[in-house]
């Protein structure tokens, strides 16, 4: 039933909220992303049946997915086709009975192949005959390794065969696989939703699959944290004030990549959590503007979410191995895995590039700059709340800075799109740094109310977001720096 925490019952699932989910998504992630990436696939793939599928479909697959007993396998893409999807060109042909013939190559699918489960479903992305060009001609199809017989049993083979299995960086319990559909022309397909409608579909995932990417991101960084720390409370090296060898967590500095560690990755908590929260929202609230508020505030939040954890939890994993010192860079400790299997939580999913375009031209700049506005006036709330603090005035001063930043550039109708796009990511780099400093502060604030409660452990949350702002805040200041600074050179040099 673990997979199907947030699934609905009527399908093997028990129907909790998402934000009971992640948690325990978070802790799965954190133990072994490599295996735990087919649950993350079952959801999502559960996902899309909900959404999208027919009753027949649902009664077909959603059981078996959800409980476990079968995989699902994404494939969307190719040789040709990553970031840019409306290039691929795997084929879908209707068959006479309503089915479609599917026949093309996929690369890099998670999961695609493998013996664990006594079918995997691949919900496949493919292009029919007369279909408009690029990403308005895709649709999606459940193609199962095995044909689905009457009684719901595993039948005939479908024609999907495993051609490669990657040799990665890192991620080796998961295996990649190259795929080759319909080889022999019997490889049979069913249409999920409407036909070309297959990238709306996918969105829909996405949106999931990008919360839950940045939760590896969260759960990464929390292992290396929880290694670093152990390592720095045992390692005796360097002297105190009394000459005593000490243990190296003593030392400021040891100290100090801790807490970037430790801040960074409960404020990422915080806000993925809080998604989840929305999500719940936009999902059961009986009033539809909330449920809309909700939808718009997680369109924009997913890709600050999804780009931001993912890139600072690369750079908290050197951190910890710096923690280590040789022993981070010999493999017996364990840190090293870590490291090989966070980097590709910034490539797949969306690469922070691609996540960073989608902020600021679909998430802000189409929408005016409405969304971005409605979550500064949050943020404003919050250091309103205790203006007093340093911490407040700290996030203050990056918010007038920004909206500084959204006025004169982001928002600038005759912006240069070349310039917008060299700056997107320093920009999304900029907005993960608010949103964290925000849900540091919130925090903190919770943290003297409840401090009687216990002492050290709210105390520490007021620590952590005094850190943020001291250490990591004046880093979002200089990526706005950097959004606003014409003459960077990114036009001129000549490659
Ligand atoms: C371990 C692993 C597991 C994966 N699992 C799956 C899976 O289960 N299913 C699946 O379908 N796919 C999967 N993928 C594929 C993954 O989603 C793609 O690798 C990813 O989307 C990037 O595509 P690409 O590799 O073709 O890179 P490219 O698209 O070639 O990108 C290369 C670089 O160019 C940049 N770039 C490209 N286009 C633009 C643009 N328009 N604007 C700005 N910058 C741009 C990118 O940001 C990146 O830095 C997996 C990949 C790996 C490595």
């Known amino acids: 039933g673990w997979i199907g925490l947030a699934l609905p019952e009527e399908y093997g699932g028990q129907g909790l909220p998402k934000y009971i989910a992640q948690p325990v998504n978070e802790m799965w992630l954190s133990s072994n992303l490599a295996f735990v990436m087919f649950a993350a696939l079952a959801q999502g793939g559960s996902e899309i049946l909900l ?6 479909l649902k009664a077909r697959y959603l059981t078996q997915i959800v409980t476990g007993e079968w995989t699902v396998a994404m494939a969307l893409t190719e040789p040709n086709a990553g970031s840019d999807l409306g290039a691929l060109t795997t084929k879908a042909i209707p068959q006479t009975d309503g089915t479609y013939q599917i026949k093309g190559q996929k690369i890099y699918i998670t999961y695609g192949e493998h013996d664990m489960a006594e ?56 295996p990649t696989c190259s795929i080759s559909y319909g080889d022999n022309d019997a490889c049979v397909g069913e249409l999920i939703g409407n036909l070309n409608q297959g990238l709306m579909a996918m969105f829909v995932l ?31 090296q360097g002297a105190g004030s009394d000459g005593q060898r000490v243990a190296i967590i003593e030392h400021p500095d040891v100290k100090r990549m801790l807490l970037n560690l430790r801040s960074e990755s409960f404020a990422l908590r915080s806000l993925g959590y809080q998604i989840a929260a929305l999500i719940d929202v936009a999902e059961q609230s009986k009033d539809a503007e909330t449920a809309q508020a909700a939808e718009k505030r997680i369109a924009l939040l997913t890709p600050i979410f999804k780009g931001f954890a993912t890139e600072q939890a690369n750079e908290l994993v050197g951190d910890a ?91 600038n109708p005759s912006a240069e799109l070349a310039q917008l796009d060299a700056v997107a990511v320093p920009f999304l780099n900029a907005l993960g740094g608010v949103c964290c400093a925000w849900q540091l502060a919130e925090l903190a604030l919770q943290a003297q109310v409840s401090k009687a409660q216990d002492e050290v452990f709210f105390g520490n949350v007021v620590a952590l977001a005094e850190f943020y702002s001291a250490y990591k805040l004046p880093q979002a200041q200089a990526a706005l720096t950097t959004v606003i600074e014409e003459q960077n050179g990114v036009g001129n040099y000549e490659f």
């Open 206 to 236: 996405m949106n999931e699959a990008r919360l839950s990417c940045g939760m590896q991101g969260v759960g990464l960084s929390e292992l290396a944290f929880q290694k670093a720390l152990q390592y720095s409370q045992e390692r005796l």
């Open 321 to 411: 191995i710096q923690v280590y010192g040789g022993m981070g860079f010999v493999e017996e400790t364990g840190i090293a895995q870590v490291m090989r299997d966070v980097r590709i939580t910034t490539i797949y999913e969306g690469t922070t590039g691609i996540q960073a375009k989608d902020l600021l031209h679909r998430k802000i700049r189409m929408d005016q700059g409405r969304c971005i506005s409605e979550l500064m006036a949050d943020i404003r709330d919050v250091v309103e709340k205790s203006p007093d603090s340093v911490v407040n005035q700290r996030l203050g001063q990056v918010l007038n800075q920004l909206a500084h930043v959204l006025d004169s550039t982001i928002l």
């Open 51 to 56: 959404k999208f599928g027919s009753d027949e």
């Open 119 to 174: 079918n995997i479903v691949h919900l496949v992305l493919a292009r029919t005959p007369d279909a408009p060009a690029g990403s308005r001609g895709l649709s999606l199809f459940a193609v199962p390794k095995y044909r689905v017989n009457e009684d719901g049993s595993c039948g005939e083979f479908n024609d999907i065969r495993c051609t490669g299995i990657e040799h990665k960086t890192g991620l080796h319990g998961s």
